[in-house]
T-cell receptor, first 112, second 115 residues
């Protein structure tokens, strides 16, 4: 079945450091790819998405590129802030009934 | 409403009791999903509704779990004879249609604790 593998957390960085969170997936067909974020005490919200190969999704300084050949959708940010501390979830959507398949999530902690 | 609303936000129940969790999706959203998030785990898919029909129930963990949706709107997830392993945050999401490109909007979840 469809699945997602994310790098394990927690990831601890200093403010202004470069961030990469790896995500690879297996899916039938040609899914759209999403990153969701869960800030402390809040619900899941969409961070960015990409719907076809080589598309780059971007939002709030975060970027991820749909790499069909490597089935990856790595999340990057050039300079993280304390306010980016959250849990990040990679999720392809497609296959049967277009449900989102979530990875385990990666907790990011950014220190001043 | 403006977003997906779930109630109650917290529920503590005794082992063996039945519980009902409610989800009010965004008005007009035809697709509705239930997920479960256990402590330190990712989100586990439970069930998908398109309108009032549930074409994908593959994630329901046992026959103690059931869900329904009425009027193409409100959905209720029922857990019968709750067990301690049912303790988790139950999340509901809706989207305007079931298409793979559309964003799914999540509620704040119901935290269920079985004691």
């Amino acid at each position: 079945g469809d699945s997602v593998t994310q790098m394990e957390g927690p990831v601890t960085l200093s403010e202004e450091a470069f961030l990469t969170i790896n995500c690879t997936y297996t899916a039938t067909g040609y899914p759209s790819l999403f990153w969701y974020v869960q800030y402390p005490g809040e619900g899941l919200q969409l961070l960015l998405k990409a719907t076809k190969a080589d598309d780059k999704g971007s939002n709030k300084g975060f970027e991820a590129t749909y790499r069909k050949e490597t089935t990856s959708f790595h999340l990057e940010k050039g300079s993280v802030q304390v306010s980016d501390s959250a849990v990040y979830f990679c999720a392809p959507r497609g296959g049967g009934y277009n449900k989102l398949i979530f990875g385990a999530g990666t907790r990011l902690a950014v220190h001043p | 409403g403006a977003g997906v609303s779930q109630s109650p936000s917290n529920k503590v129940t005794e082992k063996g009791k039945d519980v009902e969790l409610r989800c009010d999706p965004i008005s007009g959203h035809t697709a509705l999903y239930w997920y479960r998030q256990s402590l330190g785990q990712g989100l586990e898919f439970l069930i998908y509704f398109q309108g009032n029909s549930a074409p994908d129930k593959s994630g329901l963990p046992s026959d103690r779990f059931s869900a329904e949706r009425t009027g193409g709107s409100v959905s209720t997830l029922t857990i019968q004879r709750t067990q301690q392993e049912d303790s988790a945050v139950y999340l509901c999401a809706s989207s305007s249609k079931g298409g793979e490109n559309t964003e799914a909007f999540f509620g704040q979840g119901t935290r269920l604790t079985v004691v």
